[in-house]
């Protein structure tokens, strides 16, 4: 049976996991049951569904050659690098430059260095004196040669001439054509993981970290945004050009360095005398001040509670098109896509805080601090995951932190198999992007996930106090996990070497069973937790300390078990036998939790658990396993022992009611209610709905319509699902609506839909929700806007969805060659996401002419994403031959929940609430 968890993706949408976890399952791509965003929580960036699938490098045994990855030699110790560039036209996608490296060896005589350079053109090379070098390019490693040895006691510096032409990666341009001719012109950079190799020559990997500098010249009036400071602006009326001088004085790792260039407006800050800068597109000035407003407030909170103050000269915050991920924590220089701005009517139950604080953090985490190689991927993104979150709790409360945790925690919990290789300090990779996905992206959730144990078992005091001795003594340089396990010993003086191998170096996580039994005769309660997950010699018991409360009546009694064994059992004595026992209320242990006590229990403890975490699983329980969920008969005695339906019902709709709760424990009683499939659980849905003073808070509301679609097939629900559709204050209540309609399936739903599809909204939430809902449907009148909003010209994140709507679409009979024809002609369109969704589609329709096509795409020019999306779905259509009838039926319908996640990784991306990103 599927577990029912609640997952949220942004406030005010709420999604089953449990159908997500069988979406998965059906798709072949089960492994993290959602991610959202930022590279993050889910929300911050490469933090997607689209990273699910398996990422280790395959061992060879023919070879034996080892498949783990390591760092990179550093023979030569960097000590600065300055760019000078040079735009002469910005719609050539090209530039010329001279990157010169100042160096000293590290020990020894050095003859010869090698940089990472991938297409680029290398003109010359000459080291101090204007000194010629002999140097070797095959297109990736540039090999510079010495006639005598680097000398051990000065620096030298090598500066190389070359030219950028059009790069694949690391440089994207979005630039106005006649398609975009309202579109600013935006170029940026994107570093993390490899990628600053096709832009400038470097070693590039995080084995060293020096001071830069970049001087470029680009045409009036366009702005540059670069690492630390500006030094000067130097304006060329002749040329007609500006030539920007910016200095980064913190050393930092090569993939940090950024350049944006283009048109914004910008919007002036401060924190203090730290110049605080939003730059957003032409027109978005207000969306920008909306969405930023609270940068100077998360400066100062993480400046205090670190005792470490924000390191860098200024702080900017840039929204460029077409970036891949939600944002990126280049030093002092944070990127983000032009999705996450908010506007007004978004700004009533959405925000980019999650997205803001994760990438603010990483300031310190992953900048200040860098992993010293990928492998310690997670001291970067667990500790911006973490932070992100403690500042959810400086801004909503202890609850909020509460379920943001066990949230992130449960997604681990289904994610993170002890029958899978990957752990959390992971080098057997194929490629250093993939880590950021691996199990739904290890490195955010669970990283996150560990710090928050070890806050849990050393208490406030102590763990910021590790934190602040970890800044402080790694601040400027690179570090591993042993690392930050030996400042906890030093600072605690206790051993965390356990803790540290079990969390950090074995997958998988714990997976209990806890039993309670009564001992009337002695008063003493008994509690036996197993752990039921594969255990043997290479895999060992889990060892952690589990909080237990147990209340009888006014008194409160909490004890800490020392879990070690396969099974342990404490016996508590007490005064009365206790009305409600709790495993785990402050979700301190990373593990998935079954709990035996009864009906009555789980009841008291929904209405009356310690803590809301304790309360949640109550909501959990009640709708999947609780006893007294089995359809209602009026007549006829409840079976002893049980909680009947009704009560559960009551108990559930209350808290949905009571608008003093938390919106997180109101929105998951919605969601129950919709699990339970009954009558009298729909009714309290729908009176909730309609109590004009009832929902008002729009979190809460979007939760309940989104689970209305339980009951989308009886007539009252069809009704009220419809009025929210039309008309919502909350563009996620509308959202949540429209999902819905595709159950109802009359005339009257599509009419609303062919209204919806050209609704603007913040993000395209609401178009989107209406093409993905069109392509539900099967009509073929959801061709013609499917077509309209995938066309080169609308916005690069809505594309993606309108072109898988048009190949669930493409399944029709009468409208497949129109379908497939256009999904054709996509597979060349400039856009990435764009190309990779078309494959997709094309993957769905899967015929002989869609597999011409994507065979054809094989040894065109490809970005590492986009070829492996083409291997995916040549692999799902190899050996396949025409289905007919029900075969048909059943696999377009499985592709369709595959399209459908796709749909929700699009959503993820654009929420951002993570490279989550990056939040990187």
Known sequence: ?????????????????????????????MHHPASAGT?????????????????????????????????????????????????????????????????????????????????????????????ELHYQHDARKLVLEFDRPLPVDRDTTISIDYRCVKPVEGMYFALPDDAYPNRSLAIHTQGEAEFSRYWFPCLDAPVDRCTTEIVVTVPAPYLTISNGRLVETRPNEKAGTITYHWRQDVPHVFYLVSLIIGEFDVIEDHWGDVPVNYYVPPGRRDDGARTYSRTPEMMEFFSVLLAEDYPYA????????????????????????????????????????????HELAHQWFGDLITCASWDHLWLNEGFATFMATVWTEESQG?????????????????????????????????????????????????????????????????????????????????????????????????????????????????????????????HLAEITVKQMQSIDRRRPAFAFPLDVYFRCGDEEIRRTIDITERETSIRVPLSAEPDLYCVDPFTGVLASLKCAKSPAMWITQLQRGPTIVTRMRAVQHLATTGEGVRPYKPQGD????????????????????????????????????????????????????TDRDGLTDPYVRAATVETMVDYAHEQPAAELLKRFARSDPSINVEAAAINALPRIHDEESISILLEKVHTDSYGNIVRGAALSALAEFGDPRGLEPALQYAAYGQHSRLRPRAIRAVGRLGVLPELGDEARDALIGWLSDPQRRTVRAAIEALAIIDDSESRAALDGLRHAA????????????????????????????????????????????????EIESHRPTDAS
Not at 47 to 63: E, W
Not at 318 to 327: D, E, I, R, S, Y
Not at 416 to 427: E, I, K, P, Y
Request: proline share 3%; hydrophobic share 40%.
């Open 1 to 29: 049976m599927v577990e029912m968890r609640l997952v949220r993706l942004e406030r005010g949408m709420v999604l089953h996991a449990g159908w997500i976890l069988l979406f998965a399952t059906l798709c072949g791509v």
């Open 39 to 131: 590279r993050e929580r889910w929300s911050c960036g490469r933090a997607t569904l689209a990273g699910l699938r398996d990422v280790v490098q395959p061992f060879d045994p023919k070879s034996g050659a080892d498949a783990n990855r390591f760092p990179a030699d550093r023979i030569v110790d960097f000590r600065h690098l300055k760019l000078e560039l040079h735009f002469d036209d910005l719609t050539a996608r090209s530039f010329r430059g001279r990157a010169s490296l100042t160096v000293r060896p590290v020990t020894g005589t050095i003859r010869w260095l090698v940089l990472d350079a991938v297409d680029l053109y290398i003109d010359g090379v000459v080291a101090d004196g204007g000194v």
């Open 314 to 357: 200024k702080y900017a915050q840039t929204n460029v098109h077409l970036f891949a991920w939600g944002g990126m924590e280049n030093t002092s220089a944070t990127t983000m896509t032009d999705t996450a701005l908010i506007d007004e009517r978004a700004a009533l139950d959405n925000d980019e805080e999650g997205l803001i604080a």
């Open 398 to 522: 202890g609850d909020a932190y509460l379920v943001e945790t066990w949230e992130r925690m449960q997604g681990v919990a289904s994610a993170d198999s002890s029958d899978t290789g990957a752990t959390l300090v992971f080098r057997d990779y194929s490629h250093p992007d993939d880590i950021f996905g691996v199990k739904g992206s290890l490195p955010y959730s669970k990283g996150g996930s560990v710090l928050h144990m070890l806050r849990h078992q050393l208490g406030d005091d102590l763990f910021w106090k590790v934190v602040r001795t970890y800044l402080d003594r790694f601040r400027g340089r690179l570090a591993e996990t042993d690392d930050l396990r030996l400042v906890v010993e030093d600072v605690t003086g206790r051993s965390f070497e356990q803790f540290f191998t079990q969390w950090t170096r074995r997958p998988g996580v714990p997976e209990l069973d806890v039993k309670y039994r009564w001992d009337a005769k002695h």
């Open 638 to 689: 409840e079976a002893e022992g049980t909680v009947p339906i009704l009560e559960t019902i009551a108990a559930l709709a209350d808290l949905l009611d009571n608008r003093d709760e938390h919106w997180e424990l109101r929105a998951a009683a919605a969601a129950a209610l919709g699990e339970l499939h009954q009558p009298v659980a729909m009714e309290r849905l729908i009176d909730a709905l």
């Open 862 to 909: 490809l970005d590492r994403e986009t070829r492996i999306t083409l291997r995916d779905a040549l692999r799902r259509m190899d050996g396949k031959p025409d289905e007919i009838g029900p075969t048909r039926v059943l696999k377009q319908a499985v592709q369709s929940l595959k399209e459908a996640l796709s749909d929700l990784s699009d959503r993820v991306d």
